[in-house]
């Protein structure tokens, strides 16, 4: 099992920027491939960003491309998630995902161990 600890939420301005980190603990952090997810109220939770094993692939749902950067460092196992140019419609809980498939998937069924989320809220 891995457990995962998100940090790095919190209150920005439209057209600002934050870090999001996920530090992993447990199994061999570089056996999973990671993603970040995201719930803003009253919605489903979507996939926002993921990445391969090493680093070498990374996806991007189409509403935060160019503005999102997903990386990870096996050394320090910990996964991060790089926003800027916010948008209050990036307004959400923020979870961080491992899922121990080979091949890469957005669904949420997929990832078998959650952080408890990180709060980002993006005012106008």
């Known amino acids: 099992q891995v457990q995962l600890v998100e940090s790095g939420g919190g209150l920005v301005q439209a057209g600002g920027s934050l870090r999001l980190s996920c530090a992993a603990s447990g199994r061999p952090f570089s056996s999973y491939r990671m993603a970040w997810f995201r719930q803003a109220p009253g919605k489903e939770r979507e996939f926002v960003a993921g990445i391969s094993w090493n680093g070498d692939r990374t996806y991007y749902v189409d509403s935060v491309k160019g503005r999102f950067t997903i990386s990870r460092d096996n050394a320090k196992l910990t996964v991060y998630l790089q926003m800027s140019s916010l948008k209050p419609e990036d307004t959400a809980v923020y979870y961080c995902?491992?899922?121990?498939?080979?091949?890469?998937?957005?669904?949420?069924?997929?990832?078998?161990?959650w952080g408890q989320g990180t709060q980002v809220t993006v005012s106008s």
């Open positions: 995902a491992a899922s121990p498939r080979t091949y890469y998937s957005s669904e949420i069924s997929e990832y078998n161990y």
